[in-house]
C-alpha cells in the first residue's frame, strides 16, 4: 500500500526537470496514452506518476503531440501546489483529540516495525499521536521520498501545469484539496488502521516495489500496474471503493460533461486509476464513449 500511496496518490506530493529524451543504452519510454471520443469531442487520457525521481526521462513524441494538441489541463485535483494551504488543510483535517497511540493503531505483531519506521523519520509517538490513522498513514509514506529520492516538483502534473500555464492554457482539478482529504477523513477507522498497517508492513521494501512499478509506467505495461493494484486493494478491500471504485465513478461523470464543452482536454490522473474493469476508461465506456489506446 505504501507503493500505492507514492506511485498513484497526488497527496503525498505535498508531504515530502525531466527531459524528453531518454538516457544512452535504455528503452525510449512510452507511457500509456489514450484518446476517448464521444459525440465529435475528443480528449487526451494519460496515466501518470505524481513524484519521480528528478533524473526520469517519460515523455514520449506521442505525449508531446498531445499535450501540443490541447487547450484544457484536467487533473486529479487543483491547488496541491500550494504547499501551505494544503498542509493547513491536512493539518485542519488529520489532527483529533484524545486518540489512542499509534502504536495501538496497528497488530502486536507489527509494532516492532512501525517504531523502527517512526526512527528512520525522525518521528516519535508523541508526534503522530494526535493525527488520525489515515493522516499518519500518509505522513509515514512520505517519509518513503527520501529513500526514494522523489521530488514533487519532478512529477509529471506538476511539469504539465508549467507548460499549459505558460502557454496561457487553463489548469482545472476533477477534485479539491479538501475533497482528496476529505476521502480520507471519512474512512471508517478499521479501514484506516489497514492503511496506516499496510504502510508498515511495506516499508522495507518500498523502494524495490517502487522501482518496479516506475518501470512498468515508463514502458506502458498496464497490465503490472494493474496487477499490482489488484494485489494492493486485495489485501484491503475496504479501500477499494472510496479511494479507487468510487472516483473513477465520479471522475467519469465530471468528464462526460467537460466533453460536451468545446475544445480538446488532456486528463491527466494516476496510472492506477486507467487500470482494470473499473477504471476510469472502462466507466466511459458504459457512457458511450470510444476509447482507444494510442501509446
Same mark, same amino acid.
Given at each position: ?16 526537470a ?8 535504455t528503452?525510449a ?10 459525440d ?13 525521481p528528478?533524473d526520469?526521462?517519460?515523455?514520449s ?15 486529479e ?19 483529533s483529540?484524545d486518540?489512542?497511540?499509534?502504536a495501538?493503531?496497528?497488530p502486536?505483531?507489527r509494532r ?7 526512527a /528512520?523519520? #525522525?518521528? +516519535?509517538?508523541q508526534?503522530?499521536?494526535p493525527?488520525?490513522?489515515?493522516? !499518519?498513514?500518509? $505522513? %509515514?509514506?512520505?517519509s ?12 509529471v ?13 487553463p ?17 471508517p ?18 523502494t ?15 497490465? /503490472?500496474? #494493474?496487477? +499490482?493494484?489488484t ?6 478491500p475496504?479501500? !477499494?471503493?472510496? $479511494? %479507487? ?5 465520479n471522475?467519469?461523470?465530471?468528464i462526460d ?13 494516476g ?7 473499473n ?15 494510442v501509446?
Amino acid at each position: 500500500m505504501r507503493r500505492y500511496l507514492l506511485f498513484w496518490l497526488g497527496l503525498a506530493a505535498f508531504l515530502g526537470a525531466c527531459g524528453t529524451e531518454p538516457k544512452d543504452g535504455t528503452e525510449a519510454p512510452s507511457p500509456a496514452l489514450w484518446t476517448i471520443a464521444k459525440d465529435g469531442h475528443k480528449a487526451w487520457l494519460f496515466g501518470t506518476v505524481h513524484m519521480l525521481p528528478e533524473d526520469v526521462s517519460w515523455e514520449s513524441p506521442a505525449i508531446t503531440k498531445a499535450v501540443a494538441q490541447s487547450d484544457l489541463l484536467v487533473l486529479e485535483a487543483a491547488g496541491l501546489e500550494n504547499e501551505k494551504r494544503t498542509a493547513a488543510i491536512f493539518e485542519q483535517l488529520g489532527r483529533s483529540p484524545d486518540l489512542p497511540g499509534i502504536a495501538q493503531r496497528v497488530p502486536t505483531e507489527r509494532r516492532a516495525a512501525l517504531q523502527a519506521l517512526m526512527a /528512520r523519520m #525522525g518521528a +516519535t509517538e508523541q508526534t503522530l499521536a494526535p493525527y488520525e490513522s489515515w493522516a !499518519a498513514a500518509l $505522513l %509515514l509514506s512520505a517519509s518513503a521520498q527520501e529513500d526514494l529520492k522523489l521530488r514533487a516538483g519532478a512529477g509529471v502534473e506538476r511539469l504539465l501545469s508549467t507548460r499549459f500555464l505558460e502557454k496561457g492554457k487553463p489548469v482545472i482539478g476533477l477534485e479539491t484539496v479538501e475533497g482528496q482529504l476529505g476521502i480520507f477523513d471519512t474512512l471508517p477507522e478499521d479501514a484506516q488502521r489497514a492503511l496506516l498497517t499496510q504502510v508498515v508492513e511495506e516499508a522495507d521494501s518500498a523502494t524495490d516495489q517502487y522501482q518496479a512499478m516506475l518501470a512498468a509506467w515508463l514502458r506502458g505495461d498496464i497490465e /503490472r500496474i #494493474g496487477d +499490482t493494484f489488484t494485489a494492493e486493494f486485495g489485501k484491503a478491500p475496504a479501500l !477499494a471503493h472510496p $479511494l %479507487l471504485y468510487d472516483r473513477n465513478r465520479n471522475w467519469a461523470r465530471q468528464i462526460d460533461a467537460l466533453m460536451k464543452r468545446p475544445g480538446t482536454p488532456f486528463i491527466a490522473v494516476g496510472a492506477g486509476h486507467l487500470v482494470g474493469k473499473n477504471s476510469v476508461q472502462a466507466m466511459l465506456v458504459k457512457k458511450g464513449f470510444e476509447v482507444n489506446r494510442v501509446e
